[in-house]
């Protein structure tokens, strides 16, 4: 089975990541989610995506906040897509997070979102337009989530909207 791998370095990165597995939820999606940390748990982090793989994980997603090196642990040890979700976290608010996200060697690379909620959400849609390359229904799903958003922007703006 093809499934998204949903990685985060603390249980306090949840209740933004929780977003990220309800976009994959909406889309139908297969996700598997767990907790282990590039820096406390490194074996488990490596065991956990060499077995992934096995089992059909098509993209891994890293969430993290601080020294945020979980998504280059993920692309160290996978050839899959890995996307980096910076967490908002520590005196820096993630901004840390988000240049240890980015700042990958080259050939080394990580797609990196935003920090926080949306970027949690749009590491999913990344995610789901990853997996559509071979999924025409996936494909479908996108199409028509996109035509919703225009219309939803169409009768938001009839609401409110002076022309003259």
Known sequence: MKFVSIIMGSKSDY?????????????????EL??????????RTKDY????????????????????????????????????????SGELRGEDALLSTVMMPAGMPVGTVA?????????????????????????VKLQEDRISKAKKVALDSSEIEVIL
């Open 15 to 31: 209740e933004i990541m929780k977003e990220c597995a309800s976009t994959l939820e909406k889309f139908g999606v297969p996700y």
């Open 34 to 43: 767990i907790i282990s940390s590039a820096h406390r748990s490194p074996k």
């Open 49 to 88: 995506v060499e077995a992934a793989e096995l089992k059909g994980a098509q993209v891994f997603i890293a969430a993290a906040g601080m020294a945020a090196h979980l998504a280059g642990a993920l692309a160290a040890t996978t050839t899959k897509p890995v996307l980096g979700v910076p967490m908002s």
């Open 115 to 139: 920090i926080g909620s949306a970027g949690a959400i749009n590491a999913a849609y990344l995610a789901v337009q990853i997996m559509a390359l071979q999924d025409d229904e996936l494909k």
